[in-house]
T-cell receptor, first 113, second 115 residues
Framework: GNSVTQMEGPVTLSEEAFLTINCTYTATGYPSLFWYVQYPGEGLQLLLKATKADDKGSNKGFEATYRKETTSFHLEKGSVQVSDSAVYFCALSGGGGYNKLIFGAGTRLAVHP | NAGVMQNPRHLVRRRGQEARLRCSPMKGHSHVYWYRQLPEEGLKFMVYLQKENIIDESGMPKERFSAEFPKEGPSILRIQQVVRGDSAAYFC?????????????FGPGTRLTVL
């Protein structure tokens, strides 16, 4: 079945460091791929998405490229801030015609000044 | 345009009681999804509903859990005879009434604690 595997956390970085959170997936068909962010005590917010191979999603300095050949959707940011501290979830949907989102386990990011 | 609304935000129940969680989708959205997040885990799909129809309930436990989305009013996730293992955050998401997959927008969640 469809699944998402994320890099385990927590990830601890200093402010202005480069961030990469790895995400790989298994899916039938042509899924859409998403990164959601969850701040403490809150719901999930859509961070970025890509709907087909080679698409790059970007938002707030974060980027991820849909790589069909490596079945990956790694999240990157060139310079993190303390306010980026949160849990990041990679997710897929649409593979095989299903509307439900399948999430990775989440990666906790802590950014220190 | 208000976002997805969920209430209550926090719910405490004793073992054996019933829990009712409500979700009002974004204006114009008629597709609702419920997900459960156990402590320190990712979200797991439970059920997908359209107005008056359950489309996919493959993630729902076979007993004690039910969901509805009536023609009028919010979607309800109902858990009967709660047990400690039901303690989790329950998130609702909604999307527009269109064919294919469209971005799901999440509510703030209901955090259920079973004593």
């Amino acid at each position: 079945g469809n699944s998402v595997t994320q890099m385990e956390g927590p990830v601890t970085l200093s402010e202005e460091a480069f961030l990469t959170i790895n995400c790989t997936y298994t899916a039938t068909g042509y899924p859409s791929l998403f990164w959601y962010v969850q701040y403490p005590g809150e719901g999930l917010q859509l961070l970025l998405k890509a709907t087909k191979a080679d698409d790059k999603g970007s938002n707030k300095g974060f980027e991820a490229t849909y790589r069909k050949e490596t079945t990956s959707f790694h999240l990157e940011k060139g310079s993190v801030q303390v306010s980026d501290s949160a849990v990041y979830f990679c997710a897929l949907s649409g593979g095989g015609g299903y509307n439900k989102l399948i999430f990775g386990a989440g990666t906790r990011l802590a950014v220190h000044p | 345009n208000a976002g997805v609304m969920q209430n209550p935000r926090h719910l405490v129940r004793r073992r054996g009681q019933e829990a009712r969680l409500r979700c009002s989708p974004m204006k114009g959205h008629s597709h609702v999804y419920w997900y459960r997040q156990l402590p320190e885990e990712g979200l797991k799909f439970m059920v997908y509903l359209q107005k008056e129809n359950i489309i996919d309930e493959s993630g729902m436990p076979k007993e004690r859990f039910s969901a509805e989305f009536p023609k009028e009013g919010p979607s309800i996730l109902r858990i009967q005879q709660v047990v400690r293992g039901d303690s989790a955050a329950y998130f609702c998401a909604s999307s527009p009434p269109l064919q294919g997959f469209y971005t799901q927008y999440f509510g703030p969640g209901t955090r259920l604690t079973v004593l």
